[in-house]
């Protein structure tokens, strides 16, 4: 079900407006369904989306019906539709679970959310306390869903990154984009990618040398292949020969013979001891 107002704008203008608004979280799912001549879009954010409802429901009858009108009517005849008054409204709700489709230039909304309560860990509270009684878990993708499930305002954003050099943990990062303290969440950034750098800076920097320093062997080989090759010597190597063995007048000759033949043992040791800005 859908409005007038909705029916005004294209699927693909307001799958793009969502996505636009919703682009800075790391959760948001755009996920394109294609099969002979049925075409489709997905749009949800995965962390407050029952995924497996979601394959049952949508994506799975999507490729075993015969056409793309057969799964429009099934679409339609499902009870968890959600009727569409506007593109905030879509935006509201799927940040509580919905998800939206867009087929045939048409938008269909269904509320497929996830909710973790059966498995989460009940809190140890005193009589005089009042407040949840569900606690976070060690899964950080159902602790965002709790998050959500609380927080539905579409400037919530999620951001992923990983820390601990063997243990690789996960790590969310989750703010309100319209009244972060920007100065506070930089600082969050540096401590974490900071922690980050350290651990790895030693290796890091061992790997690197060794990088530059077979570029540079390469680079220098290049030169003086291309010198030998136009017969040049502007670093002095026949000065050399000359220095070091006995002149004659064939000398010369002697030299530009060998020069041509010559092949070059270049090493090169770099070292990089650090990084930083230079001003």
């Not at 569409?84 to 509201?92: A, C, D, M, N």
């Not at 306390?129 to 539905?152: K, V």
């Not at 600082?187 to 651990?199: C, K, M, Q, W």
């Amino acid at each position: 079900m859908r409005s007038n107002n909705i029916k005004k704008r294209t699927s693909s203008e307001t799958i793009e407006w969502l996505s636009e608004e919703l682009k800075s979280s790391l959760d948001l799912v755009h996920k394109p369904l294609h099969m002979d001549e049925k075409h489709a879009e997905l749009l949800y954010i995965k962390t407050v989306v029952d995924e497996l409802q979601l394959h049952q429901l949508v994506i799975k009858p999507f490729f075993e019906l015969g056409n793309i009108q057969h799964v429009e009517s099934y679409l339609n005849s499902l009870p968890n539709q959600q009727e569409i008054t506007s593109k905030e409204q879509i935006l509201l709700e799927m940040t509580k679970g919905s998800v939206i489709v867009a087929i045939r230039d048409d938008l269909l909304l269904f509320d497929i959310k996830k909710v973790n309560t059966d498995t989460l860990i009940q809190t140890i509270i005193e009589p005089t306390i009042q407040g949840p009684q569900l606690s976070l878990s060690e899964d950080i993708t159902t602790n965002i869903n709790i998050i959500r499930q609380r927080y539905h305002k579409p400037s919530l954003t999620v951001e992923m990154m990983e820390i601990g050099e063997k243990t690789h943990q996960s790590l969310a990062i989750i703010f309100d984009e319209e009244v972060v303290l920007k100065n506070v969440l930089e600082t969050i950034y540096e401590r974490n990618y900071r922690g980050i750098e350290s651990a790895y800076e030693s290796k890091k920097l061992d790997t690197y040398s060794k990088y530059a320093s077979k570029k540079v062997e390469k680079q220098i080989t290049a030169l003086l292949t291309k010198l030998q090759e136009n017969g040049a010597d502007p670093l002095g190597f026949g000065v050399r020969y000359k220095a070091t063995n006995l002149h004659t007048r064939d000398t010369y000759k002697e030299w530009k013979k060998i020069y041509s033949e010559i092949s070059f043992d270049v090493n090169v040791n770099v070292s990089i001891m650090s990084t930083g800005i230079i001003e």
